[in-house]
Structure formats: C-alpha cells, structure tokens
C-alpha cells in the first residue's frame, strides 16, 4: 500500500517536468520557439531601383530609376525560380547638344514648322527588361527561409528617347515621323541581384534588398535613323546599369509543414 501511494506521488511531481519536457522537445509552427526548415512558396513582388548608366546607356542618360514586378517560386531546398519585367525611366539627356536630331537642330535652337524656337519639348530616356532566372537563398542563421539571396536573370531590354511636343508644333515629331529621332533599340541582357532577402514568419513583412547589375548588348530596332542612316549591318553595342534595389513579397502560396524534434 505504502509502495503505491509513493508511486503515485512520485508520478505526480514530476508530471510538470514531463508536461514540459513534451512541449520543449515536440514542436510546431503555432510555437515561437520552434526551429523551422526552408518551405516551399510563391509571392508576387513589386521593386523600386536607383541606377547609373554604363557604356552606350552612359552616353546618351543620366541616372535613372526603375520599377518592376515579379512572380517567384522557392523550393524547400532555397532555390528560385522567377519571371521579372521592370521599367526604367527618368533619364534625362546627358548630351544636350541633341546632334541625333540632325538638321532639326541648327544654333542649337530647334525650330517649329513656322520657323519660330519650339518650346515645350522634352526629351528623357526609357528602357525595359523582361526575363527569367534562377536564384538560390543561402541562409544565416536557423530561420531557414531568409538569407542571402543570389539572382541571375536572362531576357530582353529595349531603351529609347522619348520624345514630347507638348504643343504640336514640330512636324518633324508628328506620327511615325518621329520614329526616325527616337533611337530605338534593343537586344539581349543578363541581370544580377545580391542582396538579403527576409521572410517574417507571418509572411506580410517580406522584403529584399541589395545591388544589381545589368549587361546589355542592343542594336537599332528602326530600319532608317535620320541622323546616322540605314540600320542594316549595324553591330551590337554594350551598355550596362548598376543600382540599389529594395522589393517588397506578396505571399500567394506556401506549403507548411510540422516537424518534430528529439533531443538526447
């Protein structure tokens, strides 16, 4: 009798230690103590950059900015797989004596089809890329989603100056006419990202930010240039952007899962 009542009050302390002992060494999400591995997700990401201009891309703009959206899938094992588009404007002219506009341009005034100084003409840089790439997130600590983050993207960038006439008064910008100023061009690029990517636990607060940088090889896509001629033939020039990019991820999907953990 005295063997059994001992049994049970020994059972009893330490009930509190096994209770405990449980909730220590089984975890799940719900617990913010856990250590957790990498899941699979996708999110939707939206991206502001400031950039400088290098090689073809130098010499005609200034700094710009861009923006872009993204779409991107992660694996459990880190690895990225994404489609990205981004726009890149307010790049003003670096070279303001606007010899591409040729004749239109004389004692560097240009003139509007009365013969009088064109006013409210403005001339700024556009550009584009879409892509897709491969990435891989290398994590720093036991928060297995978030970590360096390393990108390459591969696709196509056009650029081009556009150009306004805000009071019509320049024939020469009138239609498709002004096709043959706009310098359009385009061709294949390589874009690179690395940075931090973060990824709250409850996935609203995920964000990423770090340097990029774009290799860009474009020809002309217009068959005439008015300045420079017939585009045929004409080879391929390097241009390149380096620039600090911030985004914000959009969670759509995520596979979860609970694991448990024994301890010796």
């Known amino acids: 009798m005295k063997k059994t009542l001992y049994t049970w009050l020994l059972l009893l302390c330490l009930s509190p230690l096994m209770l405990h002992g449980q909730s220590y060494y089984r975890t799940d999400f719900k617990n913010k103590n856990y250590v957790d591995t990498a899941a699979t997700m996708i999110w939707a990401g939206v991206n502001l950059s400031g ?49 591409f506009l040729g004749s239109l341009y004389q004692n560097h005034i240009i003139y509007d089809g009365n013969g009088y100084t064109a006013n409210g003409i403005s001339m700024e840089g556009r550009a584009w890329f879409f892509g897709a790439g491969v990435g891989k997130v290398i994590p720093v600590n036991r928060w297995k989603n978030s970590g360096i983050w390393l990108r390459l993207n591969m696709g196509y960038f056009g650029h081009m100056i556009r150009i306004y ?3 019509n008064q320049v024939p ?31 996935r609203i607060l995920s964000f990423y930010g770090g340097i990029e940088f774009y290799e860009i090889w474009t020809k002309p896509s217009r068959n005439y240039i008015f300045n420079e001629g017939p585009t045929a033939g004409m080879k391929s ?28």
Not at 181 to 200: P, T
Not at 238 to 258: A, D, H, M, T
């Open 51 to 99: 950039q400088l201009p290098l090689g073809l891309l130098h010499d005609w703009f200034n700094p710009n900015l861009s923006v872009g959206v993204d779409l991107t899938f992660k694996t459990k094992t880190n690895w990225t797989f994404d489609i990205a588009a981004n726009y890149m404007f307010g790049g003003n002219l670096r070279d303001t004596s606007y010899a």
């Open 165 to 167: 006439d805000f009071d």
């Open 172 to 202: 020469q910008f009138d239609g498709d006419y002004k096709k043959g100023y706009d310098h359009l061009s385009g061709g294949f690029a390589m874009n690179q990202f690395i940075g931090y990517l973060f990824i709250q636990k409850n």
């Open 237 to 264: 020039k390097f241009s390149g952007l380096i620039g600090l990019r911030v985004g914000w991820n959009i969670p759509l999907y995520e596979k979860k899962s609970v694991t448990t953990f024994y301890y010796r």
